[in-house]
């Protein structure tokens, strides 16, 4: 038995279920940056860090490719959330 149904939430951030991912490449969208630009996939404030990973497995599980063959939308910075302060260098407390 699957604990992934159609409604499993694949990205967290922009709130997009497993079903819909699979609607879009149903459609056509086999690229990760076409979908990543449809749906706003991996564009959240986490910038993909959790939805990466599911949206490459869909993609290779469609596509019957190895995920390792498929290309990834590259990261802008920051690729890890900072706190504000580091960027300004203002202490919250300050
Ligand atoms: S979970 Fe998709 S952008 Fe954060």
Redesign the pocket.
Known sequence: MSVVTDKTII????DLTIEEIREWISKGYDGFEEIKRATR???????????RRHLLIELARAGQKSPSDIDLSTFRPPTKPLKFGAITGVDKDE
């Not at 990205?11 to 922009?14: F, L, P, Y």
């Not at 996939?41 to 939805?51: D, L, S, V, Y």
């Open positions: 990205c967290r951030c922009e996939i991996g564009m959240g404030a986490c910038q993909g860090r959790t939805c």
